[in-house]
């Protein structure tokens, strides 16, 4: 079976998606912050719940997020968030017990 050809464009992108994994997972989690956000949809569709915190950031959690089962989300759920400085991005994700 032959293998199609990749072009630029798909390589570049996956250089960039491994590019942004090795970031994530290079930072300690002592330099990670913690925020506490509330779940405000949920799209199974895409593997994808979507958060906001108190200061209206909105952040997205998916299937690379770490320790947090996106199927058991609902709406209104409080989720606490560890992300990364500078170029925000969710690494790790747990539920908070009401």
Same mark, same amino acid.
């Given at each position: 079976m032959?293998k199609?050809? &990749?072009n630029?464009l798909?390589?570049?992108?996956r250089?960039?998606l #491994?590019?942004?994994?090795?970031? @994530?997972a290079?930072v300690a989690?002592?330099?990670?912050? #913690?925020?506490?956000a509330?779940?405000?949809?949920c &799209?199974p569709e895409?593997?994808?719940?979507i958060?906001?915190t108190l200061?209206?950031?909105?952040? @997205?959690?998916?299937?690379?997020?770490a320790?947090i089962?996106?199927a058991?989300?609902?709406?209104g759920?409080?989720v606490?968030?560890? &992300?990364?400085?500078?170029w925000?991005r969710v690494? #790790? @994700?747990?539920? &908070?017990?009401?």
């Open positions: 032959l199609r050809p &990749i630029r798909e390589k570049l992108a250089a960039k #491994r590019w942004r994994r090795l970031a @994530a290079r989690d002592a330099d990670l912050i #913690r925020v506490e509330v779940v405000v949809s &799209i895409f593997q994808l719940v958060v906001r200061e209206q950031d909105q952040y @997205a959690l998916t299937l690379d997020t320790d089962d996106l058991t989300l609902h709406e759920e409080k606490a968030c560890f &992300i990364t400085p500078g925000p690494v #790790r @994700a747990e539920v &908070i017990c009401p």
